[in-house]
């Protein structure tokens, strides 16, 4: 039963990503597309050949890991009460699926000799070495508070301190960061480096690898709205606020993302900086006691 | 101790015959007895080692069978190279097999010695001469002779050198300092690593390979001996951690900005021994249940790194065996050797500590050892370990490039011994990634809990396979789109790669550099040679000791100079003795 | 200027007036002084070039002759020096080799008439296609409109700079509105070189007009020259035959004419402003500030019966009169766009993404901009206060008031200031003309324009100055028509602009001078792979 959660959200990924283009729309004064607009997307590119650029099998296989390690993530994260795969301190493990999702976008991008995919590939990588520790930081702080790497135990036993209060803003600001939002969208920008790693995809590769995106950024959201929902809910209350509070914050990070131009991976990386300078702060909080 | 016979009679014949297959040949032999025996299987062959010896003789019997086989097709009869090799092995199996420090010094010294005939076998090349001398004389200076220095000394305390006997006495801190310097030495702890990158890659794949993977574990081995005897190990754990964390952010980030294959995964060694460092110090500053994971991780994790380091430089030394060269700058070769670049990606991701693969597994423990302990050094330590996890990454997809693109010149896949080699360790970083119980086992370590990676992986390959089958890419062949420019031109040279984060990268070296250059203006001893990076510049005395040593023994011929430097270490062993 | 240069160089010329303030020379003996002279001319801070125009006089002067023609916008002066060029020994002395803004001109004379610079820097080919054969040039008056020479096809790249790769922005590409090569050279994301291959929108308008049209035609081609600035081109075409023909105006005409220039600036400002918000990825104020430009699009398809192209100019006035009650939705239309406009203004500089994108970016300095000869919102971006408008007065311009801004840091940013403000200044100068506007004619009549008389006429269009030059013949034919665009100057100085920026800023330093590829490319529809010329088939007024 519990496995099935991650199944059924990433056929839901598509319409949520129809909402965002609604709400894009209606922001810009214009009527947009339906909300199964990215569902029509998707089939109509999986009916598509895809074009390979190259003979090479991790530039065919790339797409497909990178769903697979998106779809693991979800599987790593409380639904309510029930965490559909229980291991210990998932939270890590969590990351390095999201380490191995980002590593098969990049592989697949690379896997082509193209200025493009390799720009990239560079500016995906050059994000995560800033952003990846950063997440470590809000990690590290929450298990100094919690003496915990689970995600569902951390979110349960979390007294609200300074410090936890905020690795929780330094969380909601770097799922912001790694769910891909304008300005950080840099690795995929259109109109530099006409997308980026997926610019020598196509059709149905294509298809799979956008979904990959979809599935990426819920989960990445379900993350945050499991932290903010399981300290104060239970049972299948919790799955319902979770729910409520994963759409919440998806219309507040469409909307705002709609108010900002995408940033130059240097800018985006200073903000990176200070993101970490932000967490050692919170860091030595912890430890006063703060 | 059948194993150190086969050593022996390889080591004969390689100095008889010089038929590198033959050596190779018997070398995996022999580690293979050294599995058997390690493991106890055949009871009348069984060795006489503790836990600790056991498992770090797992180690070396996995690294030698792999990487002799691969030496069968790789390794070219020169100098004494086919009579070190065995013995190099040998030495480092008796180092283990040591119940006492006199034993262990004697061997410690013959692995060094071995080492430095292994590395300095391209001695026709300069960069090799100045690396292996480099190399020579940092091991004797801030190895052998610290670790003399503290023997000679707990001798003189305690009137035995014996493991046994010697358990549960404490030294002052002095000597512990001794130990650890000397370790950390050979170990390529910042701020004395310097060596590593400079002799890693200047010799055969084969044997960086095993200076890599085993023999810096060596000293981590020597490390955990004296911790077991003397309690007030513990006393040094800070420091370890706070050095193992600049190890590790200095290890990857000029890993970041080498140009050479081989001398970007030495730098990844320096970044790899940090993280066994600090797990080493999460085991001396934790109790309770940590501390057994920290163990485990540290074991474990030495256990890994030799996989995937072997795994590595061995595929390092095909590249260089087909091509001739080892720059990141290389291009396409994956179409022509699949083989090696699907091995490459094992290791890579491996390395990279992405699951569902080794490496995963063991930094997971150290994850778990630091974040957990509530200690701001060991927390502080975690935090670096994931920022260097994520630059290894970064660095590795350098490596993985070289075997992608358009093919630029004809090359063949290397011949199958090496990709045997290479195979069983590709093998076992998949087993002991999909399976973490297996290495959990191997450590010997209880720690009560356990990653389900088996379901993960399966989670994994399910929804990959599945949609991959269900939904496969179809469509044709097409050129890449490159505004019609040649589709040589129209990529991002390796060097260039992660703007801005490279000019970081760049600019410590320059720094480095530059900072060298001031002192050795002000210092004016030694003003020929060069300081290219920041770590030599950091640690600027012992590197212009060193280098003044250099230069005065340039001259001196490699037998006086070896006579010479026995003559000082038996004359220290002798004044501590008496 | 004219009188310095009277007396320094007056005894070695010859000196031919056209109208008040326009003078040509030419030197009587050598070329030798002719350096010296443009040295002596650029060296007054307020003198830039101005356009350079290539002719082929030989069935009347029995030579060639290059005309440099200079601009004081201090004093409102424009001087032309005339050199002959004979065709048994094509060469003239370079500008280019001393001031880098004539290196284009100099290039294109070279493919389209086959006169060569002594000293030119870049010889390699600018306007012609790769395959365009070696001895073929389209201007020349023995090369007939239709003839599609074969040739070989020989890349004009520049070759790659040791240590660099390279990423290409164009010959197609998202961040492009038109066809456009800039090939980067690259470290990593830093641009560190920059080869600029364009022309591919080269349609051989100025050949097309030769013989084949009479003036009145010229018109409505001079507005198909560019989608955005047409009106301007055509106003600058009529203006400068205007001059040529000594043909006054109706007073009526020139306010229409002002309305719509400032119409056709407002929407192209507008179309700039949502275009680089678009680039930054800032698709929200993109979208806001095309919805706002829309109405303009509409009102201004109200009044001239389409939304672009207005097709209104003709020689002596203005086709269509404004009718009042249309005149009465401009002004309801100007209330409602200074709110408007505000209002996304202001949305689009709150958002600090969108301004840290554009800061300190694509900088050039103000001795760049003099060097390039850099014109418009580029110039004014760059502290060059040099608008048109102001300085060489035409159409109502005089009239009214208005402020030119000036902004110093000449970075991304600025340029979008400029923009910015000129359009509050356009909605002004709309607002004046339309109370201003007096009633009349708003045709001229005129006698036939006499042969071998010479204008030359600018415009200030939204972004630079179209230069226009006409050379007429009898039976109301033009002989020599030359334009020269504002992207002309400007483009030439984006690789300045571009280098040591990163390929992420690329699309927006190339966007922040509003290049406008036709404009510059203008005079052959030439499919590159098949080496064909498509004839366009042009009626009267009718668009191609």
């Not at chain 1, 301190?89 to 390799?118: C, D, K, P």
């Not at chain 3, 010859?14 to 040509?24: C, D, F, R, S, Y």
């Amino acid at each position: 039963m519990r496995e099935l959660f991650p199944l059924t959200v990433s056929l839901i990924t598509p319409l949520l990503d129809g909402v965002a283009r609604k709400i894009r729309a209606r922001i810009q004064d214009r009527i947009g597309p339906p909300v199964l607009q990215t569902w029509y997307d998707l089939l109509s590119l999986l009916e598509m050949e895809s074009i390979r650029p190259v003979e090479s099998a991790t530039f065919r296989i790339a797409p497909y890991l990178a769903f697979g390690s998106a779809l693991t993530m979800l599987f790593l994260i409380p639904w309510g009460e029930e965490t559909p795969l229980r291991t210990p301190a998932n939270v890590i493990a969590f990351l390095y699926f999201f380490t191995l999702f980002s590593a098969s976008v990049v592989m697949g991008g690379l896997s082509v000799r193209s200025s493009y995919t390799a720009s990239g590939a560079s500016r995906e990588i050059s994000l995560s070495m800033v952003f990846k520790p950063a997440f470590a930081v809000v990690i590290a702080v929450l298990a100094l508070k919690t003496g915990s790497l689970d995600i569902a135990s951390i979110a349960r036993s979390v007294d609200f301190s300074p410090s936890v209060v905020g690795a929780y803003i330094l969380l909601i600001y770097l799922t912001y960061v790694e769910a891909g939002f304008i300005p950080y969208d840099i690795a995929e920008a259109e109109t530099e480096i006409l997308g980026g790693v997926l610019s020598e995809y196509s059709g149905r590769a294509l298809a799979v690898f956008l979904w990959a995106f979809q599935v990426k950024r819920f989960a990445m959201l379900w993350l945050l709205s499991a932290m903010l929902v399981l300290p104060f809910a239970s049972g299948i209350g919790a799955l319902i606020l979770q729910s409520l509070a994963v759409l919440t914050i998806f219309v507040l990070m469409v909307v705002y993302e709609s108010m900002n131009a995408r940033y130059r991976v240097d800018q985006a990386l200073r903000k990176g900086a200070k993101a970490l300078a932000a967490g050692s702060i919170l860091l030595v909080l912890a430890f006063a006691g703060w | 101790m059948l194993s150190a016979y086969l050593f022996l009679l390889a080591v004969m014949v390689g100095l008889v015959k010089r038929n590198g297959k033959v050596v190779s040949a018997i070398s995996a032999i022999a580690s293979a007895a050294v599995l058997l025996e390690a493991t106890g299987s055949i009871p009348q062959l069984s060795l006489q080692a503790d836990e600790l010896s056991r498992f770090f003789l797992l180690l070396l019997g996995t690294a030698g069978v792999a990487v002799s086989i691969y030496s069968y097709s790789y390794m070219r009869p020169k100098h004494l190279v086919t009579a070190a090799y065995p013995l190099f092995l040998l030495s480092m199996e008796l180092i283990l097999l040591s119940r006492d420090f006199l034993q262990f010094i004697a061997f410690w010294e013959l692995m060094t010695l071995t080492s430095y005939v292994l590395i300095v076998a391209n001695y026709t090349e300069s960069a090799t001469k100045r690396a292996s001398l480099i190399y020579l004389v940092t091991m004797q200076a801030l190895n052998t002779a610290p670790l003399l220095l503290a023997l000679g000394y707990t001798y003189a305390l305690f009137n035995t050198l014996s493991f046994e006997t010697l358990k549960g006495n404490i030294p002052p801190a002095w000597v512990l300092w001794l130990f650890l310097v000397g370790f950390m030495t050979k170990a390529g702890i910042f701020p004395l690593h310097f060596w590593l990158p400079e002799a890693h890659p200047v010799a055969p794949s084969n044997v960086s390979a095993l200076l890599s993977g085993v023999m810096l574990k060596m000293a981590v081995y020597g490390m955990l001996r004296v911790a077991s005897i003397f309690p007030n190990t513990s006393t040094l754990a800070t420091p370890i951690i706070i050095l193992s964390m600049a190890t590790i952010a200095i290890g990857a980030l000029l890993m970041l900005v080498q140009r050479d294959l081989k001398r970007m995964i030495a730098y990844s060694s320096v970044d790899n021994l940090g993280y066994i460092f600090l797990a080493f110090g999460a085991y001396l500053a934790l109790h309770g249940t940590l501390k057994t994971v920290a163990l485990a991780a540290l074991l474990l994790h030495s256990f890994n790194h030799m996989l995937f380091k072997n795994l590595l430089f061995m595929v390092s030394g095909n590249v260089l065996h087909a091509t001739g060269r080892k720059d990141l700058g290389l291009r396409g070769l994956g179409r022509n050797m699949p083989f090696t670049f699907a091995l490459s990606i094992i290791g890579i991701l491996a390395v990279s500590g992405v699951p569902p693969l080794n490496g995963f597994v063991s930094k997971w423990l150290i994850y778990q050892a630091t974040f957990l302990s509530r200690s701001p050094v060991l927390i502080a330590g975690g935090v670096i370990a994931l920022f260097g996890s994520a630059v290894t990454l970064a660095a590795y997809l350098k490596m993985y490039r070289i075997f992608t693109g358009e093919p630029e010149g004809e090359v063949h896949e290397v011949e199958a011994p090496m990709l045997v080699g290479e195979g069983m360790l590709a093998l076992l970083c998949v087993l002991l990634g999909v399976f973490p119980w297996l290495g959990i086992k191997l450590t010997g370590t209880d720690i009560g809990f356990e990653i389900d990676m088996p379901l993960l992986t399966i989670v994994l390959a399910l929804f990959s396979g599945m949609l991959f089958i269900a939904l496969p890419p179809r469509g044709r062949r097409d050129a890449v789109w490159t505004n019609g420019e040649r589709v040589e031109d129209f990529d991002i040279l390796p060097e260039h790669m992660y703007y801005p984060l490279n000019h970081i990268s760049e600019g410590l070296s320059k720094v480095g550099s530059s900072a060298g250059k001031v002192l050795t203006r002000v210092g004016g001893a030694v003003t020929s040679v060069e300081v290219d990076y920041i770590d030599e510049a950091l640690f600027l005395p012992p590197a212009r000791l060193l280098r003044g040593m250099i230069a005065l023994l340039r001259e001196c011929p490699l037998g006086v100079m070896i006579v010479v430097l026995l003559l000082i270490a038996s004359a220290l062993i002798w004044g501590w003795l008496g | 200027m004219i009188e310095g240069f009277e007396r320094k160089f007056g005894a070695v010329l010859e000196k031919k007036t056209l109208g008040e303030k326009k003078v040509v020379y030419a030197p009587m003996i050598s070329q030798e002084d002719f350096p010296e002279m443009v040295k002596f001319l650029l060296s007054m801070p307020t003198v830039r070039l101005f356009t350079m125009v290539g002719t082929d006089e030989r069935p009347f002067e029995d030579a060639f002759s290059v005309t440099y023609w200079f601009a004081d916008w201090k004093k409102g002066e424009i001087l032309g020096i005339r050199l002959y060029v004979p065709e048994d020994n094509p060469e003239y002395p370079s500008v280019a080799s001393f001031h880098k803004g004539a290196l284009w001109f100099e290039r294109e004379v070279k493919d389209l008439l086959g006169l060569r610079a002594k000293g030119l820097p870049d010889p390699r080919r600018l306007v012609l296609p790769d395959d365009w054969p070696e001895n073929d040039f389209p201007l020349r008056e023995d090369f007939e409109y239709h003839s599609s020479p074969p040739g070989e096809r020989g890349p004009q790249h520049l070759p790659k700079m040791e240590g660099t790769s390279v990423h290409a922005i164009g010959p197609y590409h998202i961040a492009l509105d038109e066809p456009a090569h800039f090939r980067l050279f690259v470290r990593g994301e830093e641009i560190v070189g920059i080869d600029y291959r364009g022309f591919y929108s080269h349609r051989g308008i100025e050949k097309l007009a030769r013989g084949r049209m009479n003036y009145n035609q010229v018109c409505f081609i001079a507005e198909r020259v560019c989608g955005i600035c047409g009106f301007c081109h055509s106003t600058a075409y009529a203006q400068a035959l205007e001059e040529a023909g000594k043909i006054e105006v109706p007073d009526r005409a020139r306010y229409i004419r002002t309305i719509l220039l400032e119409f056709e600036r407002l929407h192209s400002h507008l179309l700039w402003i949502g275009v680089a918000a678009h680039l930054t990825g800032f698709d929200t104020a993109f979208m806001k500030v095309w919805a706002v430009r829309e109405k303009v699009m509409q009102l201004a398809e109200r009044l001239t019966g389409n939304r672009k192209t207005y097709g209104l100019v003709v020689v002596g006035g203005v086709r269509r009169d404004l009718l009042d009650y249309r005149v009465s939705m401009i002004e309801k239309f100007i209330d409602e766009m200074r709110e408007k406009f505000d209002e996304v203004v202001n949305f689009l500089l709150s958002a600090r993404s969108f301004v840290d994108r554009c800061r300190d970016v694509g900088v050039l300095t103000k001795e760049l901009a003099r060097e390039w000869d850099a014109n418009g919102p580029v110039a004014r971006a760059s502290g060059i206060d040099y608008d048109v408008r102001r300085d060489f007065p035409y159409a109502a311009y005089p009239e009214l008031s208005f402020d030119v801004p000036v902004y110093t840091e000449g970075d991304v940013l600025a340029r979008a200031m400029v923009r910015i403000d000129e359009v509050r200044e356009s909605l002004s100068l709309i607002e004046q003309a339309i109370d201003a506007m007096p009633s009349g004619p708003i045709m001229a009549e005129f006698d036939e324009i006499p042969g071998g008389v010479e204008g030359i006429s600018a415009v200030e269009a939204p972004r630079g100055e179209n230069v226009h030059y006409v050379m007429t013949e009898d039976s109301n034919v033009i002989y020599r028509w030359r334009i020269k665009a504002a992207t002309y100057n400007n483009l030439q100085a984006a690789p300045d602009m571009l280098r040591g920026y990163t390929i992420a800023d690329a699309p927006l330093i190339i966007a922040s001078i509003d290049p406008c590829y036709s404009c510059t490319e203008r005079v052959q529809v030439v499919d590159v792979k098949t080496g064909k010329v498509s004839v366009v088939n042009l009626g009267v007024g009718l668009c191609p």
